[in-house]
């Protein structure tokens, strides 16, 4: 029994040590994932880690070797293999990407309804236009891998791996198609991960290179959101698509199977920033 324990304790004890090492890789490189809050800080460290340095190049190349492997490491508990070929593309959106140049999907605003006892927003109501969107469908067993790996798919195609060879830019919400059982108890195999193509590009898309990417336009739509905080999986966001079922009024205008989850950065960002998204029938 002293020896069974013994060696539990030692396997726990080396991973909190793997652990640890990888979560001080990503303080030292100063990146959580691709958190798209953070992509503007990174950039900044970069810059004052190549003024500052006589050996800035060597530098800034551990960084970058440092940063994949913290996502590595990371996809590698959410049951993601992250590849070599992801390492650029990870680096282009740390260097690329400003807050400011995040282009919000565009849209109107329709009213809010609130709880009038607290003052506590229950919906909003939103209109969006028609627009071009690059869309991925994955069928991996759990909903985190499919979204995970569709925005890997996606990030390539911003970066350069397109018909015009350029970065894109990032445009905010990532959103994610998902479908349920009749009484919404089970997300559906098929998750489609989706990229709002950027207004200047609307008009003569570029193309992916990657067979699986799809520029759909997607018609104009009335949705009702609301948002929530933290890591969205399964359970989650079947909790939130009933938690929202129940504040809306006539439940019959609105699609009963189809939802949209809304991510403003990365898939594992434990502080992710999430909407739920319910489709008002045509």
Request: glycine share 4%; hydrophobic share 30%.
């Amino acid at each position: 029994m002293t020896k069974t324990n013994s060696s539990e304790s030692a396997a726990l004890q080396s991973e909190m040590e793997c652990q640890s090492q990888s979560a001080e890789r990503g303080r030292r490189s100063g990146r959580h994932l691709i958190s798209l809050e953070d992509l503007e800080s990174m950039t900044d460290n970069m810059d004052t880690e190549l003024v500052h340095s006589d050996n800035g190049e060597e530098e800034n190349e551990q960084d970058d070797s440092e940063l994949f492997t913290y996502w590595r490491d990371v996809g590698r508990r959410h049951l993601v293999d992250v590849p070599r070929d992801m390492e650029e593309p990870i680096q282009q959106m740390a260097r690329n990407n400003q807050s400011e140049d995040r282009q919000p999907v565009p849209f109107t605003s329709l009213g809010h309804k609130t709880r009038q006892q607290v003052d506590e927003p229950l919906y909003e109501k939103r209109q969006y236009e028609k627009a071009k969107w690059a869309c991925v469908t994955q069928n991996e067993p759990g909903y985190e891998q499919s979204i995970c790996k569709g925005f890997m798919k996606l990030m390539k195609y911003i970066c350069q791996q397109n018909s015009t060879g350029l970065f894109l830019g990032m445009t905010i919400p990532i959103v994610t198609i998902v479908h349920t059982n009749q009484n919404r108890s089970e997300l559906l195999p098929g998750v489609t991960t989706a990229y709002y193509i950027p207004t200047h590009f609307q008009h003569q898309v570029p193309q992916p290179f990657d067979a699986d990417i799809v520029i759909d336009e997607l018609p104009a739509r009335i949705i009702y959101t609301r948002s929530f905080n933290g890591i969205t999986n399964e359970d989650s966001i079947l909790q939130e698509i009933n938690r929202l079922a129940e504040d809306l009024d006539s439940p019959e205008l609105y699609l009963q199977d189809t939802f949209i989850v809304a991510g403003y950065n990365n898939p594992a960002d434990p502080n992710r920033r999430n909407e739920i998204w319910f489709i008002q029938r045509p």
